[in-house]
């Protein structure tokens, strides 16, 4: 039976406020990686395939989490994420809506920048709603099609984007599930009867021992 597991990159660059500049691992993000490799290898969790986006804070998870151990890594631009610092700005200069500071305001603002690209309000963006769905379901229906269990290195928002793909979720829903990812965190799909099933969702056993929750972050 065909098995993906997907994980999200660890902590990046949380200062930043621009696509290059947020695509680096921090110092923690580079211990997340370190972390989550080891307890895979410590409970056997082990892949036929890997493949990680062609993001540098890709890379730099699957180097520290050491998935050359598994296989050899296929590195695929489909699975890089949406520009979202882009978008952010783009609606700011067009539609007035201010960038947050906080977290607390990212609640509201992402669910709204993802529904105006949805629906084609925002100028001059760098790709498509359509055209980065269409990406995923290409490049997931591939890694499914393949022989032995798969881990893909990827984003926040790719993986929220897998989600909505698999449980019909509609703008709101897609935007709390991208929310609750955390850095690092372990998701889990088997193909049955040639459709996708969620059997697991964020996963964090490699930072729950309490001298590592202060690792358990979603930005």
Not at 13 to 25: G, I
Not at 50 to 55: K, L, N, S
Not at 114 to 143: C, K, M, N, Q
Request: include cysteine; charge should be negative.
């Amino acid at each position: 039976m065909p098995h993906i597991t997907l994980v999200r990159h660890g902590q990046a660059n949380t200062e930043a406020r621009d696509e290059e500049s947020y695509d680096r691992l921090s110092e923690l993000g580079h211990q997340q990686a370190e972390w989550l490799g080891a307890h895979m290898r410590d409970t056997g969790d082990r892949f036929a395939r890997v493949y990680t986006g062609a993001m540098r804070r890709h890379r730099e998870t699957a180097a520290g989490m050491r998935t050359q151990d598994h296989a050899e890594i296929v590195e695929d631009a489909r699975l890089n994420e949406f520009a979202y610092f882009t978008l952010s700005q783009l609606m700011e200069e067009q539609h007035g809506l201010k960038v947050p500071t906080e977290r607390e305001g990212f609640v509201r603002h992402l669910p709204t920048v993802l529904g105006a690209w949805e629906r084609g309000e925002i100028e001059g963006v760098p790709e498509t709603h359509a055209a980065f769905s269409a990406r995923i379901r290409d490049v997931t229906s591939e890694i499914a099609a393949g022989q032995g269990r798969a881990l893909v290195v990827t984003s926040g928002g790719l993986i929220g984007t897998v989600l909505r793909q698999t449980l019909d979720l509609d703008v709101e829903g897609w935007a709390k599930m991208c929310l609750a990812i955390q850095n690092t965190s372990v998701h889990r799909w088997q193909m049955v009867l040639d459709k996708p099933l969620l059997v697991q969702f964020n996963m964090i056993s490699h930072l729950e021992a309490p001298e590592r929750h202060h690792a358990q972050t979603h930005l």
